[in-house]
């Protein structure tokens, strides 16, 4: 099942939810939703436990991919990350993920590994980045296959880099959709109001991202959310495991 | 004793006792049980041989941790010896280093080395290589020592500086790779036999390896060169891929030609050396052992 560019830049905003696996794959597309979002931080912490999406390797991420499309039919867009490396690593992480069942691919101009951490999380040179989004353009096998360019460095460029950045990638058709991540309480402000005059999306780490609420109007096109779903699952087990020690206790 | 208990000792035994290790690099499970039956006393794996035998692909940073560790773990899985692992960057930074270190340790790697190029890396004996700065490569080595469980678990360094900033620049990066940790040292690709002995003068106190490549930039020489000049560690990192490669486009070539494999049964096992050789009797074996009896209740 393929995406159109056109639902993700539109003023009718989308949102994306976060999934870690198959079942929480299976579980968006259950609710109706365009498509879910196989990113880094929910696929790190559910396969190892831990919450730096740059410990995951991408022949990891294809396996949970694969694993993910045997019974979820519906759209899977994958997080790629920084594209691994180079523009090399970029070419086949995108070839093999698009292979795996990926019906979009985001890249971020993080220095690689990414990191999930704001603090953490580094750009590399924009022509780096173009770079890369060319050879994922190119290694794609589908035309339908939808290519999303994750802005991550508006600490490092600014609100006016960003739009720069934003114009660049527009003029040359660098990539489907945009989006912004990484963004600070302080610039959100200026990214939103960028989202006015550009269709720009943005991915929201609903569990770091404190100062994003979920129910604010905002003027993105599309909102990625990651984090919802991991977080929902731990806290669920923990009330299961309690509950389990509760009956031990009263036994 | 656990496996991996066993097969840490036994490589920090060999690497220590003034004797060569003798090591040939797997490409993959069935190559390191042959290596295994025919004697070698430990093994390799490594990124030329996995990327060719898993992607069909040049070793240029395309194989990564994931498909690396699960061709290792195959690896381990199939023999009773030592596999030591090429690490290749670590794939990233500190934190992947230690994920590394304790995933390579748990499924019984007997140790591994780091390199210090950037990533995408490329065989050391490619053109065009260059090196992460000094102090990055000895964070990435402080984490593997800090990150290891067993003190025999070996952490060797490699550096591939030879070729960017010359000898003298590669052997005191080692120098100072072994001071932040590295049990084991590695100088990749030196030139000439001068140079190789250069490199194994310098390290009196720690077992080195040499690295012989067929038609690569280092002089190819014989195990025992490599012992008397200083050496405690020799790889043969391609040459199974480079026989195997040989070997299989001289059949299919004239599987293709003549449609038939009559004129190169003297080039092949038999049906019945192969099973007996791959263990078929041990596992027809272990499934009598455990057939299921009739039980009167």
Known sequence: MTISAASFTSKQQVIVPGVADAQSAQTVQEAGFEAAYLNGYDVVQAQIAQTNEGLTSPSEVSDVLRHVKENVAGPVIVDA??????????????????????????????????HTANDEAESIEFSDFV?????????????????????????????????????????????????????????FADVDALAV????????????????????ETHFTTVFHTGTVSAARKQAEQQAVQAFNAEVEAN | MTKADRMRAAFKQMCFSGDLVNLVVAPDALSAKIAERTGFKAIFQAGYATSANKLAQPDRGIADFGLMSNSAREIINAVNIPVFIDADTGYGD?????????????????????????????????????????????NKLKAAVDARQHDDFLIMSRTDAYAVTGLQSAIDRSRH??????????????????DMQKVADSFPDVPVMANMIEN??????????????????????????????????????????????????????????????????????????YATAPIKL
């Open chain 1, 131 to 187: 770079a890369k989004l060319k050879a994922a353009k190119d290694a794609f096998d589908d035309p339908d296959t939808l290519l999303f360019a994750e802005l991550d460095g508006v600490k490092d460029y600014g609100a006016d880099g960003l739009a720069k950045r934003v114009a660049y990638l527009k003029q040359h058709q660098l990539a489907d959709v945009i989006v912004v991540g990484h963004v600070s309480e302080e610039a």
């Open chain 2, 216 to 289: 690569g930039k280092t002089p190819l020489m014989t195990n025992e060169e490599i012992h008397e000049m200083g050496f405690s560690i020799a790889v043969h990192p391609n040459v199974l891929v480079y026989t195997e490669t040989f070997a299989t486009e001289r059949l299919l070539k004239d599987m293709v030609t003549l449609g038939t494999t009559k004129n190169q049964m003297d080039q092949m096992v038999t049906f019945p050396q192969f099973n007996k050789f791959i263990g078929l009797d041990d596992i027809n074996a272990l499934e009598q052992k």
């Open chain 2, 177 to 194: 790779y072994h001071e932040a940790g590295a049990d084991l040292v590695f100088v990749e690709a030196p030139k000439t036999k001068a």
């Open chain 1, 81 to 114: 990350q920084s594209g691994f490396g180079n523009q090399l690593t970029t070419y086949f992480v995108v070839q093999d993920l698009e292979r795996s069942g990926a019906a979009g691919i985001v890249i971020n101009d993080q220095i690689f590994p990414a």
């Open chain 2, 94 to 138: 500190e934190q992947n280093i230690a994920r590394l270190v304790r995933v390579y340790e748990s499924m019984g790697a007997a140790g591994l080395f780091i390199e210090d190029q950037t990533w995408p890396k490329r065989c050391g004996h490619m053109d065009g290589k260059t090196i992460v700065p000094e102090d990055v490569m000895i």
């Open chain 1, 197 to 216: 005059t550009q269709s720009i999306g943005a991915v929201i780490n609903d569990v770091r991202d404190s100062y994003f609420d979920a129910q604010q």
